[in-house]
C-alpha cells in the first residue's frame, strides 16, 4: 500500500470522501453493537490485547473516554489497571473549539453529563494523562483516525506536542473501522499504536506522515 501523508487538500470532494466514511462506519460499528453477543465477544478480544500493552508497561497515567454510539467501553480495563497502580483520567470538553481537558476518574466517582450530555466525573481537572486512549470511527495504515468530526483529539494532541514527554497516543476500536485511507488533512494527527480485536498496531515514525 502507498504511504498516504497528511494533506493541505481541503477540497469539497475530500471532504465529502470523509463524511461518507463517517456515515457508512458509524452504521457498521451500530450493526455490531445490536448483535450484544458478537459485541461482547469483540469487546473481549480488544481488552485482552490492550490489557497485554499495559501490561508491558510501568504504571502511570493513563486517559479514555465515556462510551458512546456502540464504541468499546474501556471502563473494565481501566478499573483492572487502578488496581494494578494505574492513574486514570477522564477525557473532558470543557469548551467548544478547544483542546479536551481531563478529570480523575475512579470506580467510585461521581458521574454527571458535560454539554454534549456524555457521562464525566464530577472530579476536579488534573494534568494530561501520558496516554491517551482514542476512540477510532475509522483509521488507516498510516495511524491516521476520523471521529465524529470535531476535531477535539487532534487539538489535544497538536496542544500537548510541546510538552516534555507528548502522551503516546493509543486508538482504540473495532477492525471494521479500517479502511484505505481517510484521506488525512494537515491538522490530524496520527496515532503511536492502534488496538482492535485483531491486535496491536505499532505505527512507524516513517509512515505517520506530518504528525506533529
Known amino acids: 500500500m502507498t504511504t498516504t501523508h497528511a ?8 471532504l465529502a470522501f470523509r463524511a461518507a ?21 469483540t469487546c ?3 481488552e485482552r490485547h490492550l490489557s497485554d500493552w499495559f501490561a508491558a508497561r510501568t504504571p502511570t497515567s493513563f486517559g479514555f473516554c465515556a462510551t458512546i454510539r456502540g464504541e468499546f467501553d474501556a471502563v473494565p480495563v481501566a ?15 470543557v469548551q467548544a473549539n478547544c483542546p479536551l481537558e481531563f ?7 461521581t458521574m454527571i453529563t458535560d454539554r454534549h450530555g456524555i457521562p464525566v466525573p464530577q472530579s476536579a481537572l488534573v494534568a494530561a494523562p501520558d496516554i491517551l486512549l482514542i476512540p477510532l470511527l475509522a483509521f488507516d495504515a498510516q495511524g491516521f483516525r476520523l471521529g465524529y468530526g470535531g ?4 487539538r489535544t494532541l497538536s496542544a500537548l506536542a ?11 476500536g473495532f477492525a471494521l473501522a479500517k479502511v484505505d485511507t481517510v484521506y488525512p488533512q ?19 515514525p516513517d509512515v505517520k506522515g506530518l504528525r506533529r
Request: hydrophobic share 45%.
Open 186 to 204: 494537515v491538522h490530524d494527527e496520527a496515532m503511536d499504536f492502534i488496538i482492535t480485536e485483531n491486535g496491536i498496531c505499532s505505527i512507524a
Open 21 to 41: 466514511i463517517r456515515r457508512e462506519r458509524l452504521a457498521a460499528r451500530l450493526a455490531l453493537a445490536s448483535d450484544a453477543r458478537r459485541h461482547t465477544a
Open 79 to 93: 478499573e483492572r489497571l487502578i488496581a494494578q497502580g494505574w492513574q486514570a483520567a477522564m477525557a473532558v470538553s
Open 151 to 154: 476535531g477535539y483529539f487532534d
Open 103 to 109: 478529570r480523575e476518574w475512579t470506580p467510585k466517582s
Open 7 to 14: 494533506s493541505l487538500d481541503n477540497s469539497a470532494d475530500s
Open 44 to 46: 473481549t478480544q480488544i
Open 162 to 172: 510541546t510538552r516534555l514527554s507528548k502522551p503516546l497516543a493509543v486508538g482504540v
